[in-house]
């Protein structure tokens, strides 16, 4: 157990999203989504998925995983939007989005609210999520669990779910939980809670109906290593705090 | 300069601009907030043009066509300005329903470029199946492998266009042009999509210049896909345009916060929009100088 100075949410979160890579190999993360799954990807990789391909968030495949917001100082690799695409199909490819809305089957939406024809609210358009998830390993970090983006329908399928063809939904990583979709008709379950959070709260704020085992566990800490490389090495100025509403 | 005996394609934006022509077809190149030509975008605003379907991974060079009512349809698979994830503009467009949209994935969009490119009526891609890109573009077809796996796959049609802007570090007064940035985009299959292309660039050069500059991988795009070349320099601003500069984050704010609100849109146009191309960097530099 840690000795360190209290262990935040945002960390518990990261290395919820690094232990989605467990397993991985020699693929490409492509943790888009943000700070948290960034940083985890590159913890993962730092620590027991040596082998994992990361960017330095632009087209640099980096020889080492670098500090969220810096450079590659050295590339092991190009990986331009094109390629990145390519990839897609060839599927060596772990992703993870942040979705805008998603279901109990992992449909997401990322492109509008409301009808598509004309849309309450225009996000950013589907993206690469219709092949992401088609084809590749696809996770997702929700920053800010609620009723809102767990919901019972999503107005644009922008990431195919399990009930649509999905080649893996991993899991989710939010600031209350991480869920997979670990049941018979692959809908989603609570795998665990994070320290503080009660299954209730979850439940609260998921707006379909979760499959909640009787015994649900507690998110892991990240252990003294694994701090210590967030904390020094991958993230000393913090930008994982930001990201998760305290 | 020395072109080699090759006739000069260097042309003015205004040019470019003019030889638009409502309704037709036109490809953007660069991605999201990235090495948009963004000098040829704003010499559009300036003509009567309208009626324009738009082939873009979209940034602020689709917010800012939108916003000066140019666009029938848009084709694209997002809009962003990186940094700042929405665009106003384009997202008042959808939510007023003044566009159409056609909406595809990232890369069922390349593989439109690249049947468009190579002159193919489709590429096939299974990128798009169970989604609802397939639900709000019905005229898309599949097709069936005709091998073994018989497998089903999305038969997306060429993205032709009649027209293409891109804008590169470097061209020669030929059309030849250089990219010196981490990453070409899709510029070079919309050079090669369209009938005609138009590239700006940050300077002209000397063909011989072009080794000086980069390595010889780097000349994305040649002079038989080129109709024409503009020196605009700072042209992509306030797009990112590596290595030349960055992205200039904090115009892109001030674009942002005016193009949220129509009384600082309206002061924003006045500003930075009612003049010719010197006019705007005139202007920019203006504000830069205030705001240090």
């Given at each position: 157990m840690s000795t360190l100075t209290s262990i935040t949410r945002a960390e518990v979160c990261a290395a919820a999203c690094a232990d989605l890579f467990r397993g991985d190999g020699e693929i490409v993360a492509a943790a888009v989504a943000g700070f948290v799954p960034m940083l985890g990807s590159r913890l993962a990789r730092a620590t027991f998925e040596p082998d994992l391909l990361t960017t330095d968030g632009g087209p640099a495949l980096s020889a080492e995983p670098v500090p969220l917001g810096r450079p590659a100082a050295t590339a092991e690799g190009w990986l331009p939007f094109r390629d990145h695409l390519w990839l897609v199909l060839n599927g060596r490819r772990h992703v993870v989005m942040g979705p805008s809305q998603i279901d109990a089957h992992g449909n997401t939406n990322i492109s509008c609210i409301g009808d598509w024809e004309r849309p309450a609210r225009q996000l950013l358009g589907v993206r690469g999520g219709p092949g992401n998830t088609l084809l590749n390993t696809t996770s997702y970090w929700v920053p800010k669990h609620s009723t809102r983006v767990f919901t019972e329908k999503v107005d644009m399928v922008s990431g195919v779910g399990w009930d649509r063809g999905a080649h893996e939904i991993r899991a989710v990583v939010s600031n209350l939980a991480v869920l997979d979709f670990g049941t018979p008709d692959r809908r989603m379950r609570l795998r665990s809670v994070h320290p503080g959070v009660r299954v209730e709260d979850v439940v609260a704020a998921t707006g379909f109906e979760l499959v909640v085992p009787d015994e649900v566990p507690e998110t892991r800490l990240p252990d003294d290593e694994e701090l210590r490389v967030m904390r020094e090495v991958l993230d000393p100025k913090g930008l994982r705090e930001r990201e998760v509403p305290a | 300069m020395s072109n080699g005996g090759t006739t000069s394609k260097v042309l003015s934006p205004e040019?470019?601009?003019?030889?638009?022509?409502?309704?037709?077809?036109?490809?953007?190149?660069?991605?999201?907030?990235?090495?948009?030509?963004?000098?040829?975008?704003?010499?559009?605003?300036?003509?009567?043009?309208?009626?324009?379907?738009?082939?873009?991974?979209?940034?602020?060079?689709?917010?800012?066509?939108?916003?000066?009512?140019?666009?029938?349809?848009?084709?694209?698979?997002?809009?962003?300005?990186?940094?700042?994830?929405?665009?106003?503009?384009?997202?008042?467009?959808?939510?007023?329903?003044?566009?159409?949209?056609?909406?595809?994935?990232?890369?069922?969009?390349?593989?439109?470029?690249?049947?468009?490119?190579?002159?193919?009526?489709?590429?096939?891609?299974?990128?798009?199946?169970?989604?609802?890109?397939?639900?709000?573009?019905?005229?898309?077809?599949?097709?069936?492998?005709?091998?073994?796996?018989?497998?089903?796959?999305?038969?997306?049609?060429?993205?032709?266009?009649?027209?293409?802007?891109?804008?590169?570090?470097?061209?020669?007064?030929?059309?030849?042009?250089?990219?010196?940035?981490?990453?070409?985009?899709?510029?070079?299959?919309?050079?090669?999509?369209?009938?005609?292309?138009?590239?700006?660039?940050?300077?002209?050069?000397?063909?011989?210049?072009?080794?000086?500059?980069?390595?010889?991988?780097?000349?994305?795009?040649?002079?038989?896909?080129?109709?024409?070349?503009?020196?605009?320099?700072?042209?992509?601003?306030?797009?990112?345009?590596?290595?030349?500069?960055?992205?200039?984050?904090?115009?892109?704010?001030?674009?942002?916060?005016?193009?949220?609100?129509?009384?600082?849109?309206?002061?924003?146009?006045?500003?930075?929009?009612?003049?010719?191309?010197?006019?705007?960097?005139?202007?920019?530099?203006?504000?830069?100088?205030?705001?240090?």
């Open positions: - | 040019e470019v601009a003019a030889s638009l022509e409502s309704g037709m077809t036109l490809g953007i190149g660069g991605w999201g907030s990235r090495r948009k030509p963004m000098a040829l975008v704003r010499a559009i605003l300036r003509t009567p043009v309208t009626d324009l379907t738009v082939v873009s991974y979209g940034g602020p060079d689709v917010g800012l066509l939108c916003a000066a009512g140019k666009v029938r349809r848009l084709v694209t698979a997002f809009v962003t300005m990186d940094s700042v994830p929405l665009e106003p503009h384009f997202r008042n467009a959808r939510q007023t329903g003044s566009i159409e949209l056609t909406e595809y994935d990232e890369g069922m969009f390349m593989f439109g470029l690249y049947a468009a490119a190579h002159r193919l009526p489709f590429l096939p891609t299974p990128a798009g199946l169970g989604s609802d890109v397939m639900r709000v573009n019905p005229e898309l077809k599949t097709v069936r492998s005709p091998y073994e796996d018989g497998r089903e796959l999305v038969a997306v049609p060429a993205l032709t266009m009649d027209v293409a802007l891109v804008h590169m570090n470097r061209a020669d007064s030929r059309g030849n042009a250089q990219y010196l940035g981490p990453d070409p985009y899709m510029d070079d299959l919309f050079a090669k999509a369209a009938d005609r292309t138009y590239v700006s660039c940050e300077r002209l050069v000397d063909t011989a210049d072009f080794a000086k500059e980069g390595p010889l991988q780097s000349l994305l795009i040649s002079r038989a896909h080129v109709a024409g070349v503009v020196e605009t320099p700072n042209g992509a601003h306030f797009t990112d345009c590596a290595p030349d500069f960055g992205r200039d984050e904090a115009f892109q704010k001030l674009y942002a916060q005016s193009a949220a609100d129509p009384d600082k849109w309206a002061a924003f146009q006045d500003r930075f929009l009612s003049g010719d191309e010197a006019a705007y960097q005139d202007a920019v530099r203006a504000w830069q100088e205030e705001s240090r």
